[in-house]
């Protein structure tokens, strides 16, 4: 809350004050009605009574209520700074292959951690906005609802590993998944981003279809393709249990990603390395920004009435003073 005033070029009249005691300390030392006297010497051994110690009363509150009335001219108030902010959310589902092959090198430390250290910096970068997580490999599961609890969030999306459900590469059924989640949203924005290193081997709804699905429900996908070119080492355990790593081709169904992108309305994006992934999620990050308004006013509540009214009191209160317990020769 602050203290202002809407008119203060009036505070400069009190400035009158300062003639208002001149004038007041020459009339009490040398002007006013005079009585002559043979001798003085009676009126200095009288005892002094309380009139006279608040003979200058009156005067002082004449002043203190030119100065609140000067005060009030000047309207003083408080204001209050308000602020609305609507904001208009969007509703994302991300949907994560966590199959066997993501636990391929060619990112570091491998592909599965460096997408879910990317997911969760883009978490962390939104604001407002409900977020959910799918994964699947040969099946699909949610691994959270939509939420703003970003901090939750984060820790299940830390939990996951490769290998907790049967491994496969099923995008129809991860996408289908992720639309399940944003059915029944009302937002007005709902996009799915899909990630996946492989080709759809598993599952009983084909991409194209979840596609379709997503497309007539307003949901825009897009879609990420993780791994590099030509060759990856995949890990693998040899004869005597010991962790060894294979090179392998990197098989990506890129024209699936794209037509599934392309008919949502989305966008299809390769990451061939860590800086790569980051670069698309920033990229999806600015491409799906929350609407957000913020209406700013600010409220004024004046506050010269309680000094008109203090003044108008002391005014009052001297004439009473000047009259009844002061009252003074001409």
């Not at 979840?210 to 004869?239: K, L, Q, S």
């Not at 599934?260 to 994006?269: D, H, L, N, S």
Request: charged fraction near 20%; aromatic fraction near 8%; glycine fraction near 6%.
């Amino acid at each position: 809350m602050e203290y202002t005033f809407h008119s203060p070029h009036w505070l400069w009249a009190l400035l009158i004050l300062v003639p208002m005691v001149g004038w007041y300390l020459y009339r009490t030392f040398k002007g006013g009605a005079t009585l002559q006297l043979s001798t003085l010497d009676g009126l200095k051994r009288a005892p002094r009574t309380w009139r006279y110690y608040l003979r200058h009363l009156p005067f002082v509150l004449r002043c203190l209520a030119v100065a609140l009335m000067i005060v009030a001219l000047a309207r003083p108030r408080t204001s209050e700074h308000n602020t609305n902010t609507s904001t208009e959310g969007i509703d994302i589902v991300l949907a994560l292959d966590i199959s066997g092959s993501m636990l391929a090198r060619d990112f570091k430390p491998d592909r599965l951690e460096a997408a879910k250290q990317m997911a969760g910096e883009f978490i962390a970068d939104r604001a407002g906005d409900r977020i959910g997580l799918t994964v699947f490999a040969g099946e699909a599961f949610t691994q959270s609802p939509l939420t703003t609890d970003y901090a939750t969030l984060q820790t299940l999306l830390a939990r996951l590993r490769s290998g907790i459900i049967e491994d496969g590469t099923a995008i129809g059924n991860g996408l289908a998944t992720a639309i399940n989640r944003l059915r029944e949203s009302e937002a007005k924005s709902k996009v799915v981003i899909l990630l996946t290193d492989g080709v759809n081997n598993r599952g009983q709804i084909a991409p194209l279809m979840a596609a379709e699905i997503a497309r007539e429900t307003g949901i825009r996908v897009y879609t990420i393709g993780v791994g590099t070119r030509g060759e990856a080492p995949y890990p693998a355990y040899d004869m005597f249990g010991k962790l060894t790593f294979i090179k392998q081709p990197v098989e990506i169904d890129e024209k699936t990603l794209e037509k599934i992108a392309e008919q949502t309305g989305g966008r299809y994006f390769r990451a061939t390395n860590n800086e790569a992934l980051r670069a698309i999620y920033e990229e999806i990050n600015q491409l799906e920004k929350s609407k957000v308004e913020v209406l700013e006013y600010t409220t004024y509540h004046e506050k010269f009435m309680p000094l008109l009214l203090l003044a108008l009191l002391l005014l009052v209160v001297e004439i009473l003073l000047a009259k009844l317990l002061f009252n003074r020769l001409p």
